[in-house]
C-alpha cells in the first residue's frame, strides 16, 4: 500500500487552490496535490490509478460533471470523489448523490478538507481487500419500494407537518435511515457536529429535499434476482430495528445521557448494514449463512473466511466513505469483539455489542447463546458488566415467559 496521498483536483479558482494545498500540507507531510483548469487537461496529464481524492469545483470550464463521475465509478472506484459547489439545492443532490462521496459548499471547503484528511488515516486500514473495496464503491445504498416511503409522502404533503413525526416514520427503514443520515452528513457545515440522530437529519434536510429524496429511492429499480433475497433484507431489517430499540431501553438502564441515547439507537439501526451490502453484491452470499450454521460459528467468522471481510468491516468503511463520524464508525467496526476497538471506554460500542448479542435470529436469545456472544471483558473493563447481566435477567425472564 502507498504511503503517499495523491489529491487531484478541477478547479480554476487559483485562490481557492491556494488555501486547500496550505490546509492539506498542514496534515500530511507525504502528499501531492495537483489542480487543473479543466477535465480534459487532467485526462491527458493523469494517471487515474494513483489518485486517492478528486475535487472536481461544478464552476470549473467542463459542462457533463454527470459522465465523469458516471465514468469514475465504474473505472476508477478506489477514488474518493468529491463535488464542490456554490450553494447546497436539491438538485445538486438529486443529480450526484450516487455519484459523489461528497458534496461540500465552498465556503466550508478548507474547514471540511482537514476533517477529511484525519479521517484518511483511519479509513486506509479498515478494509485492505482491493476486490471489496471496488465492490463497495460501485455500491449505492438505495432501498426498494416499500409502504412506508408512501406514508412518509403523505405526512409531508400535510400543511401542519411535524418534522419529528417524519423522523419517526424515517426510523423505521434502515435503508432510507441510512440515505437521510448519508446526505445529511455530505454537507458540511463546521458549526454543526456531524450528525447520528435520523430526527435531527430530517430537520437539517427539511421537507423539499427529503421528498426529493425519498421520490428517488422510491422509484428504485431492483437488480436482478434481489427479490430472491428479500426476505433475508428484511430479517435483517426486523433484527436492526430490535438491536436499536433494545439498545434504546440498555442506555435507559444504564442512565446515560439523551445524545448517548440518539448515538446507541443510530448505532443499533445501522450495525449490520455491511450485511445487506453483502446481499446485494456478494454472489455466494448464501453460503455464508451455511457456512455458519453448519459449523456452529457466528456469521462474521464464515464471511472472513468466504469473502476476505465481515460485515462490520464492510460497514464500517461504506459508512467512512460516506461521511459518517468516526465513533459510530468504531462501533459498526467492533460491535461484535469490542475489545479489538482502539477506544476501550466507549459507551456506545458497549450498548450496541450488548444489545445485539441479546436479539438473535429474529428474538431474544436464550442465556447461553447470549453469554456466547457476549464481551464480558470488555464490559468488566467499563464497569457494566453486572448490570448489563441484570438488565438482560430481568428482561429476558419478561419476553420468554419465566420471569420470577
Not at 458516471?70 to 468529491?82: A, F, G, H, S, V
Not at 458549526?191 to 421528498?211: D, M, P, Y
Not at 476501550?344 to 436479539?359: D, F, G, Q, Y
Request: proline content about 2%; glycine content about 4%; some cysteine.
Amino acid at each position: 500500500m502507498r504511503n503517499n496521498i495523491l489529491l487531484a483536483g478541477v478547479i480554476s479558482d487559483k485562490t481557492l487552490a491556494n488555501k486547500i494545498f496550505e490546509t492539506v500540507s498542514k496534515v500530511y507531510t507525504d502528499l501531492t496535490v495537483t489542480f487543473f483548469k479543466n477535465f480534459n487537461s487532467m485526462k491527458k496529464e493523469s494517471d487515474f490509478t494513483f489518485i486517492d481524492y478528486l475535487l472536481i469545483d461544478m464552476n470549473s470550464e467542463y459542462d457533463n460533471f454527470k459522465e465523469i463521475f458516471t465514468n469514475l465509478k465504474e473505472e476508477n472506484p478506489y477514488i474518493i470523489r468529491i463535488l464542490i459547489v456554490d450553494n447546497f439545492s436539491e438538485y445538486s443532490i438529486m443529480a450526484y448523490h450516487n455519484l459523489v462521496h461528497f458534496i461540500v459548499e465552498k465556503k466550508y471547503l478548507v474547514e471540511y478538507i482537514k476533517d477529511l484528511f484525519i479521517k484518511a488515516s483511519q479509513l486506509k486500514y479498515i478494509l485492505q481487500n482491493e476486490h471489496l473495496i471496488k465492490v463497495l464503491n460501485s455500491f449505492d445504498l438505495n432501498p426498494v419500494i416499500k409502504g412506508p416511503y408512501f406514508e412518509i409522502l403523505q405526512q409531508i404533503q400535510r400543511y401542519d407537518v411535524s418534522l419529528k413525526n417524519v423522523g419517526t416514520l424515517v426510523e423505521k427503514d434502515l435503508m432510507l435511515s441510512t440515505k437521510v443520515l448519508q446526505v445529511s452528513n455530505m454537507t458540511i457545515n463546521p458549526r454543526i457536529n456531524r450528525i447520528t440522530s435520523v430526527k435531527l437529519a430530517v430537520v437539517n434536510l427539511g421537507i423539499n429535499i427529503l421528498r426529493a429524496l425519498i421520490l428517488s429511492i422510491s422509484f428504485f429499480s431492483p437488480e436482478k434476482d434481489l427479490y430472491k433475497s428479500m426476505k433475508y433484507v428484511i430479517q435483517v431489517e426486523y433484527h436492526s430495528l430490535e438491536v436499536a430499540k433494545l439498545a434504546l431501553l440498555i442506555a435507559k438502564e444504564l442512565n446515560v445521557s439523551q445524545n448517548i441515547s440518539n448515538d446507541a439507537y443510530t448505532a443499533g439501526l445501522l450495525h449490520d448494514l455491511g450485511r445487506i451490502v453483502i446481499m446485494h453484491r456478494v454472489e455466494n452470499w448464501k453460503s455464508i449463512r451455511d457456512e455458519a450454521d453448519n459449523h456452529g460459528n457466528p456469521v462474521w467468522i464464515s464471511e472472513k473466511e468466504i469473502i476476505g471481510a465481515t460485515h462490520m468491516e464492510i460497514g464500517a468503511y461504506f459508512l467512512s466513505i460516506y461521511g459518517f463520524p468516526p465513533s459510530l464508525v468504531d462501533v459498526i467496526n467492533y460491535h461484535h469483539y469490542p475489545r479489538s476497538c482502539n477506544d476501550k471506554n466507549s459507551i456506545v460500542l458497549a450498548i450496541t455489542h450488548v444489545a445485539e448479542a441479546m436479539h438473535h435470529r429474529d428474538k431474544i436469545a436464550e442465556e447461553e447463546m447470549f453469554l456466547k456472544h457476549l464481551d464480558l471483558e470488555y464490559l468488566e473493563k467499563m464497569g457494566i458488566k453486572e448490570k448489563i447481566l441484570l438488565f438482560y435477567k430481568k428482561y429476558s425472564g419478561i419476553m420468554l415467559g419465566n420471569d420470577e
